[in-house]
Nanobody, 116 residues
Framework: QVQLVESGGGLVQPGGSLRLSCAAS????????MGWYRQAPGKQREWVAA???????NYADSVKGRFTISRDNAKNTVYLQMSNLKPEDTAVYYC??????????WGQGTQVNVSS
């Protein structure tokens, strides 16, 4: 059974930083690309960042230069380091992976609030 469990969300002031973690189980983690998404109140879920199994990364324009995605295959964990946070970054953040045969998997999400 595939499980993705996010953690690390919370309340932070504008300009602050947070690091989100997503622990995966039930998959051979090193074989999967991983992604982070977010959903703000009243908005559709949007893609934030992705990392391939080889470690290549890609970012949405809205977070480029402020967020960094990374992975630790030994810990079956993907991270999202968020810096210079803005109020518009407030959202529930989800990690996700895609299996060609079984489809998409999502975590339960972790809330990030950026407010003074």
């Amino acid at each position: 059974q595939v499980q993705l469990v996010e953690s690390g969300g919370g309340l932070v002031q504008p300009g602050g930083s947070l690091r989100l973690s997503c622990a995966a189980s039930g998959i051979i983690f090193s074989l999967y690309g991983m992604g982070w998404y977010r959903q703000a109140p009243g908005k559709q879920r949007e893609w934030v960042a992705a990392i391939t199994r080889g470690g290549s990364t890609n970012y949405a324009d809205s977070v480029k230069g402020r967020f960094t995605i990374s992975r630790d295959n030994a810990k079956n964990t993907v991270y999202l380091q968020m810096s210079n946070l803005k109020p518009e970054d407030t959202a529930v953040y989800y990690c996700s992976t895609h299996d060609a045969l079984r489809g998409d998997y999502w975590g339960q999400g972790t809330q990030v609030n950026v407010s003074s």
